[in-house]
């Protein structure tokens, strides 16, 4: 698919595939438009909007699941109780690093499951996608200008 063609909608759909599980980046659409001249603080609002809810999508659906079931698979219940614990007080801070390439999307996923606090979970998921999008756009806009 030619996310450029249905233009800033084609952004924003490229960014939520890539907060997904899915393997995509958006990093190439974004700096399609970029180049196009499309106003770059536009083109960040749209491509972290995506990003966060695709993100956001896989927090929820990691919500869904239910550490109990790592039993069935060989986790002892205490090793799941200290990971549960563990989330509950410092794991939000790991959706931080939700932008990073091959590990972020899972990351969010497991916090959701191991049932991190959602707010926590998505201020730092925010802030960390945010980061990388701000540094592609300013990277862009210095290379360019």
């Given at each position: 698919?030619?996310f450029t063609t249905l233009g800033l909608f084609g ?55 239910n550490p109990i079931w790592l039993k069935r698979v ?72």
């Amino acid at each position: 698919m030619d996310f450029t063609t249905l233009g800033l909608f084609g952004l924003f759909l490229a960014s939520f595939l890539a907060a997904t599980i899915l393997p995509f980046s958006s990093e190439l659409i974004l700096a399609f438009f970029l180049s196009k001249g499309i106003d770059p603080w536009l083109c960040f609002t749209i491509a972290l909007s995506g990003n966060f809810l695709g993100g956001s999508t896989n927090f929820w659906i990691g919500k869904l699941g239910n550490p109990i079931w790592l039993k069935r698979v060989g986790v002892s219940e205490q090793t799941i109780l200290n990971r549960q614990h563990w989330v509950a007080k410092r794991g939000a801070f790991i959706a931080f690093f939700s932008w990073l390439p091959i590990i972020g999307d899972p990351l969010i996923v497991a916090l959701g499951f191991f049932k991190s606090s959602p707010v926590k979970t998505h201020i730092w998921m925010f802030f960390g996608k945010a980061m990388r999008y701000l540094i592609i756009v300013l990277g862009f806009l210095n290379w360019f200008a």
